[in-house]
């Protein structure tokens, strides 16, 4: 696609639910991002891949939160027994690699999440 | 770690001034420096970026000098209009070039 594409863009859930978080990244793009972006806050790395391998989980908050991608392409953050404190703008974004110079990464809008 | 201190905001000001926000940084090695800009209700763009000492990004207007001296990358603009209103976040990529390191954000103001 043009640019990188989240779904859905707000989640209202109940605490205690599952949800999933979708990232679509541009076309061509080997590495993929997870932010997390918090209320009058700056942007919190989750993880990130570099093809389908998440060489670095270290900033998931906890193992309520996974994530995977297939195919090289599209991502789903999962977020099991959801907590007030995990609501927040949950950015994804991409990049043609990792590599420095090539490291200028492409933001999605983003999905709202408030949990009840 | 490495780290990211930029003004806190809001910043207000009126259309045609002149524009600083205060960005400086903490890294070891050689960080690429970025800002990003958030309009409001849209994902986060790059704005502009430099990628070494004393280079300059510049981007509709906007610029940034990265100072390695003073460990600093300010946003300036000459003369600002009501459409720059948004959220202004400065960057580094560092050492380990994936995970971009993050200001808290300033918010910008621009009244006609």
């Known amino acids: 696609g043009a640019g990188v594409s989240q779904s859905p863009s707000n989640k209202v859930t109940e605490k205690g639910k599952d949800v999933e978080l979708r990232c679509d990244p541009i076309?061509?793009?080997?590495?993929l991002y997870w932010y997390r972006q918090s209320l009058g806050q700056g942007l919190e790395f989750l993880i990130y891949?570099?093809?389908?391998?998440?060489?670095?989980k270290s900033g998931l908050p906890s193992d309520r939160f996974s994530a995977e991608r297939t195919g090289g392409s599209v991502s789903t953050l999962t977020i099991q027994r959801t907590q007030q404190e995990d609501s927040a703008v949950y950015l994804c974004?991409?990049?043609?690699?990792?590599?420095?110079?090539?490291?200028?990464?492409?933001f999605g809008a983003g999905t709202r999440l408030s949990v009840l | 770690g490495d780290s990211v201190t930029q003004m806190e905001g809001p910043v207000t000001l009126s259309e045609e001034a002149f524009l600083t926000i205060n960005c400086t940084y903490t890294?070891?090695?050689?960080?690429?420096l970025f800002w990003y800009v958030q309009y409001p209700g849209e994902g986060l763009q790059l704005l502009l970026k430099?990628?070494?000492a004393d280079d300059k990004g510049s981007n509709k207007g906007f610029e940034a000098t990265y100072r390695k001296e003073t460990t600093s990358f300010h946003l300036e603009k000459g003369s600002v209009q009501v459409s720059d209103s948004a959220v202004y976040f400065c960057?580094?990529?560092?050492?380990?070039?994936?995970?971009?390191?993050w200001g808290a954000g300033t918010k910008l103001i621009i009244k006609p």
């Open positions: 960057a580094l990529s560092g050492d380990s070039n994936y995970q971009l390191i």
């Open positions: 974004a991409s990049s043609l690699s990792v590599a420095a110079s090539k490291n200028i990464q492409y």
């Open positions: 430099a990628t070494k």
């Open positions: 890294a070891t090695g050689y960080p690429s």
């Open positions: 891949f570099q093809g389908n391998s998440a060489p670095d």
């Open positions: 076309s061509g793009h080997t590495a």
